[in-house]
């Protein structure tokens, strides 16, 4: 039986090397993808920008600071999404058991059909290639017997190389490098391996097992074997991904604000764009949340239990609404969010209630118009003075299904 063969394939810079693409004037000049607020952070510097130090996560003004020369581009979501979907069918040609682990993140399992593509660098050469002829964009691709390898193995080469850690090179390749290299272990579980003493995948690697179970519960085994190699876990092919149990939406401000009318025009907002996409995938909810995060980054959620589950926007806000009112801010908001949880198959229009069906069949009109003239073609008059808010694209997006978005 052939050995277990994964491939990772990682999008170099995605969000800029789509923009650069598309622009020649931004080709090989720093650039920075952001959202259009002017308090976003980078989510997609260029090369050329990360040589100065520039990095995802920083602001406009650290970002400036290192590269005051540095091109600030605003996000176009669809751009991505449909080059996402490219690079989807470009990779399907290989083999049909692709998991799309974000937008610009791809797992491949190759297994079943290398005897017809040839070596696993092979296969990887050919993607490369293919999805550099006809996209215009580069990736790096990993190879290894699981995923939890193929993932670090994609980040050994970039950009754009190809580099595969074999089964029997796997505690050569590890025991050297500090624990948070592998995907699944962050920064405080890093410090506190730290606090023990543990400051590499090879201490990892032979520390007692029974001290990290008794430390991290059952994690400490996930750890003991994480610092081997070793992962089970399949490859998820498309369509096949277990579906979002909550579903919700947030927004970082324009300026940090504590009025309550301007805070509740954007939770009328918010719950607007949760209670399409719960119409759209045919959903209710039981359960509305609402988030809140202050000036000073303190964040906390608070949530509500309908009586029964909805998809009608005007439910969901006055939930919402009555979770704020309920509220005394400490100091001036930040961020505001809302989702829905405990999520069920929507009974639409055959609610066996008058009102209910005739709230379906308007939600179901306006969602509609909107969808075929424009987002907020027809909205609440009480947002008509509120700013839109333009998003970058979620980390849970996935291509189809409700994460679709």
């Not at 605003?74 to 290989?94: D, L, M, P, S």
Request: one cysteine or more; proline letters at 3%.
């Amino acid at each position: 039986m052939a050995e277990r063969t994964i491939l990772h394939i990682d999008m170099d810079a995605f969000f800029a090397s789509v923009e650069q693409r598309d622009d020649p004037k931004l080709r090989n000049r720093p650039i920075a993808v952001t959202g259009s607020g002017k308090r976003t952070v980078l989510v997609s510097p260029s090369y050329e920008a990360r040589a100065f130090g520039v990095k995802t996560g920083m602001t406009r003004t650290q970002a400036r600071l290192l590269c005051p020369e540095i091109i600030l581009v605003r996000a176009e979501t669809q751009k991505y999404t449909h080059a996402c979907n490219q690079i989807i069918k470009i990779v399907y040609g290989f083999s049909p058991d692709i998991e799309v682990f974000s937008i610009d993140e791809f797992f491949v399992d190759i297994t079943h059909t290398m005897h017809l593509f040839g070596a696993p660098d092979e296969i990887a050469g050919r993607i490369q290639e293919d999805v550099s002829k006809r996209l215009g964009l580069s990736c790096s691709i990993g190879i290894a017997h699981n995923k939890l390898l193929a993932k670090l193995a994609s980040e050994r080469r970039k950009p754009c190389g190809i580099y595969w850690i074999r089964s029997n090179k796997v505690s050569s390749v590890l025991d050297g490098l500090k624990p948070d290299v592998l995907c699944g272990i962050g920064a405080k579980t890093k410090q506190a391996l730290e606090q023990m003493g543990i400051s590499s995948l090879g201490q990892l690697r032979n520390y007692n097992v029974a001290f990290l179970r008794r430390k991290f519960g059952v994690n400490g085994i996930k750890l003991h074997f994480m610092a081997r190699g070793i992962d089970d876990s399949s490859v998820i092919p498309m369509g096949t991904e277990e579906e979002a149990k909550s579903m919700g939406h947030s927004m970082t401000l324009v300026k940090d604000i504590s009025d309550m009318d301007s805070l509740s025009r954007h939770l009328l907002s918010l719950s607007d764009r949760v209670g399409r996409r719960l119409r759209n995938a045919g959903l209710s909810a039981k359960t509305v949340r609402l988030t809140i995060r202050y000036k000073s980054f303190a964040t906390f959620t608070r949530q509500k239990t309908l009586e029964a589950h909805t998809d009608d926007t005007k439910a969901l806000y006055a939930a919402v609404l009555s979770i704020l009112k309920a509220i005394r801010l400490k100091e001036p908001v930040r961020l505001i969010g809302v989702s829905t949880a405990k999520l069920v198959t929507s009974e639409g229009d055959m609610s066996l209630f008058e009102e209910n069906k005739r709230k379906y069949r308007l939600n179901r009109l306006l969602d509609y118009v909107n969808e075929r003239f424009g987002d907020s073609a027809v909205s609440f008059a009480s947002l008509l003075n509120t700013k839109s808010h333009n998003r970058v694209i979620s980390p849970a997006w996935r291509p189809h299904g409700t994460r679709n978005y």
